[in-house]
C-alpha cells in the first residue's frame, strides 16, 4: 500500500522565513498544495508536531476526484528554539472514503490504523540573508543572533542600573528636602515664641507704667472735698463778716 494516496506539493519541506532573533516572519504564509489523482472520494487531516506555533487552514476536509485543495499555513509571532527546530513537522493524513457512510467524523473514528496513509513533511527555516537555520554550517547566523541578544541583554542591564542611580538620588534628595523642611518649622517655632515673649513683655510694661499713676490721682481725688469745704467756709465767712459790719 503506498503511503500517500494525494499528490503533495511541496514533496518533502515546507519553508518558513524567521528573522536573526529566531521570530517568524509576521504576514508570511507557506501553502501546500494537495491533488486527488484517483477516481475515489479521498478525507484528510494536517497535523504538526507543534500546533501552537502554526495556524493550518483548512486542516481537514473532503477531496473528490480529480480535485485538489491549497493549504494555507501561517505561523504564530512567536520564537523559534534553536533545540527544536529540527522537531517542527507536518503530516498529511488521508484514507479513502467508505461508498455511501457521509458522516466524515465517524469515519475518523472508526477507521483503522493500518487503513490510514500518511506523508511527512519537514520544516525549513531561512533567514533574511537566505541560509537555514536548520543547516548546522550556519554558525555566521546564529553567532550574529547571539551577539544580538548579548548586546540586547547588556543594554538592559545598564538601563536597570541607571534607573537604580537614578531612583537613590531622588531618594537622597527627599531626604534633604524634608531635613531642611524640619529646620525651617523649628526656626518659625522659635520665631514665633520669641514673638510672644515681647508682646508680653511690652504689656507687662504698659500695667506697671498705669499703676504707677494711680495713688497720685487718688490722692488728688481725697483732697477735693476738703478744698471745696474750705473754699466754701471762707465764703461764708466774708459774708458773715459783711452783716456784722
Not at 538592559?156 to 531622588?170: I, R
Request: hydrophobic residues 35%.
Amino acid at each position: 500500500m503506498p503511503n500517500q494516496v494525494l499528490t503533495i506539493e511541496p514533496q518533502n519541506e515546507l519553508k518558513f522565513k524567521v528573522d536573526f532573533s529566531g521570530l517568524f516572519e509576521q504576514g508570511y504564509t507557506t501553502y501546500m498544495r494537495l491533488t486527488n489523482p484517483s477516481t475515489d472520494t479521498v478525507l484528510f487531516k494536517i497535523k504538526t508536531t507543534a500546533p501552537k506555533k502554526y495556524c493550518v487552514r483548512p486542516n481537514s476536509g473532503v477531496l473528490k476526484p480529480n480535485s485538489k485543495v491549497d493549504i494555507a499555513i501561517t505561523p504564530q509571532p512567536v520564537y523559534v528554539d534553536p533545540n527544536e527546530k529540527h522537531k517542527h513537522k507536518f503530516m498529511v493524513q488521508s484514507v479513502i472514503a467508505p461508498e455511501g457512510n457521509t458522516n466524515i467524523d465517524q469515519v475518523w473514528k472508526e477507521i483503522a490504523p493500518d487503513q490510514l496513509l500518511d506523508y511527512k513533511l519537514k520544516c525549513v527555516f531561512e533567514t533574511p540573508r537566505g541560509t537555514n537555520l536548520n543547516d548546522s554550517g550556519d554558525t555566521a547566523a546564529q553567532n550574529e543572533v547571539a551577539k544580538k541578544r548579548v548586546a540586547v541583554s547588556e543594554e538592559g542591564k545598564t538601563s536597570t542600573k541607571a534607573a537604580d542611580n537614578d531612583l537613590q538620588n531622588a531618594a537622597s534628595e527627599v531626604i534633604l528636602l524634608r531635613e531642611e523642611e524640619s529646620k525651617l518649622r523649628q526656626e518659625n517655632l522659635q520665631l514665633k515664641e520669641e514673638l510672644l515673649r515681647l508682646r508680653q513683655a511690652a504689656g507687662d510694661g504698659r500695667l506697671q507704667r498705669r499703676h504707677s499713676y494711680g495713688p497720685e490721682k487718688n490722692a488728688q481725688v481725697a483732697m477735693m472735698p476738703w478744698l471745696i469745704t474750705a473754699v466754701g467756709m471762707a465764703i461764708l465767712g466774708i459774708i458773715i463778716g459783711k452783716f456784722l459790719m
